[in-house]
Nanobody, 126 residues
């Protein structure tokens, strides 16, 4: 079955960097929309960045543009999120997700996703 396992979270001071990884298994890692989402305590889950693995096109939430980079390593079936210039408001649980097969582009529409990882915590202190 499809499994998504995140890693790389941790605690960092404002201005620092972290790289999250998401190891995907249980399906052929090609031509899917995959994304990173986050949920802070007391807030709704929100989309951060997405990539269409078939061509590499990406899409970012305005709040992270210029600071976060989503990428993939098809040989390792792994998705990454490089987070630079972190801010305290980036503190959240970060989730990796895979969209349904018919989604042909990078998307942050949560209803288009049907597989989710367990999450990795990112804490940014001021």
């Amino acid at each position: 079955q499809v499994q998504l396992v995140e890693s790389g979270g941790g605690s960092v001071q404002a201005g620092g960097s972290l790289r999250l990884s998401c190891a995907a298994s249980g399906y052929t890692y090609s031509s899917y929309c995959m994304g990173w989402f986050r949920q802070a305590p007391g807030k709704e889950r929100e989309g951060v960045a997405a990539i269409y693995t078939g061509g590499g096109s990406t899409y970012y939430a305005d709040s992270v543009k210029g600071r976060f980079t989503i990428s993939q390593d098809n040989a390792k079936n792994t998705l990454y999120l490089q987070m630079n210039s972190l801010k305290p408001e980036d503190t959240a649980m970060y989730y990796c997700a895979r969209a349904m097969g018919w989604v042909p582009r990078p998307s942050l529409l949560q209803y288009e996703y049907n597989y989710w990882g367990q999450g990795t915590q990112v804490t940014v202190s001021s």
